[in-house]
């Protein structure tokens, strides 16, 4: 029988991280790269894509690559994962971590309901749902071929749970139809393809709660009132999941929703 050293071991091994420059993205690089991945990062600006790939190769010694992709453009999604592949040898983890990240000036984006609006929806499901189900069809026969396929996919506790809008009262947050029900679809697309991929490739999910990123305190304290361990999450609370959905520590899980959320949905 393996050890837990040997079964969290992913030497040899290669992982794709879409939004791998962005908080969680980038920590969840380094929780791979630690256990001995090969790490490629995708993200849409160059710059950031350059920078956390030329960092982890530094600080992991393990092999790098960037890739500077928009997922809203399904041409160079399907075409990642060979490349990955080509450069790096092989495709093994895939993790969809790219979030949709609206701007203030982005009309029918983190408004109350009625000013929410269809163009917006759009591009939130594109990348957030779409770009996830083309990635993996165009990983699938690579993920097949490693012998340790898995797949993991960056969900919400919004993908299980109503918004509690008076969280935001007095607040300029939002939260926004389309970003929940593209997660919903997410965690449900999630169980879907753990049957079908079955039994190559594993297909599981980690739904994290809010991240604490100096919100306004107002939503802050409400936010760690309603939560059972009375605070907001880390992007170091997100490594354990994903090291343990990533490696052969699940190797007889999928199908899988793991809620990272301090019990935020547990109520
Ligand atoms: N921060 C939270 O509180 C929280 C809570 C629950 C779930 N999540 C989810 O976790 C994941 C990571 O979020 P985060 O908090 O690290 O946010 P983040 O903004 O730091 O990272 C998201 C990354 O996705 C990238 N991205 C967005 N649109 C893209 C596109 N069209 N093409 C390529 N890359 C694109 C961004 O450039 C960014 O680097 C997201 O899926 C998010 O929905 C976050």
Request: aromatic share 6%; net charge negative; with cysteine.
């Amino acid at each position: 029988m393996k050890n837990n050293l040997e079964l969290m071991d992913l030497s040899g091994r290669t992982a794709l991280v879409t939004g791998g420059a962005g908080h969680i993205g980038q920590a969840f690089c380094e929780t791979l790269a630690e256990a001995g991945a090969n790490i490629a990062v995708l993200d849409i600006d160059q710059e950031r894509v350059t920078e956390v790939s030329k960092d982890i190769a530094a600080r992991y010694k393990v092999k790098t690559m960037g890739l500077t992709v928009d997922l809203a453009k399904q041409e160079s999604v399907v075409a990642a994962p060979q490349q990955v592949a080509d450069q790096l040898g092989s495709l093994d983890i895939l993790i969809n971590c790219a979030g949709f990240v609206g701007t203030s000036d982005l009309p029918g984006w983190g408004c109350e309901f009625e000013g929410q609006s269809v163009d917006t929806w759009r591009l939130v499901t594109e990348v957030n749902l779409t770009a996830p189900f083309a990635l993996i069809q165009a990983a699938t026969e690579l993920l097949r071929k490693s012998g340790h396929g898995s797949i993991i996919n960056i969900a919400s506790i919004y993908a299980v749970a109503g918004p509690d809008m008076s969280l935001y009262d007095e607040t300029k947050m939002g939260n926004d139809a389309a970003y929940a029900a593209s997660k919903g679809g997410l965690v449900q697309m999630t169980r879907w393809l753990s049957t079908v991929l079955a039994p190559e490739i594993r297909v599981n999910a980690i739904s994290p709660g809010g991240i604490f990123r100096n919100q306004d305190p107002k939503f802050v304290e409400r936010y760690k009132q309603r939560t059972p361990l009375k605070r907001m999450g880390t992007e170091e609370d997100m490594k354990g999941a994903l090291l343990f959905l990533s490696s052969d520590l699940s190797s007889y899980i999928t199908g899988q929703n793991i809620l990272v959320d301090g019990g935020w949905t547990t109520w």
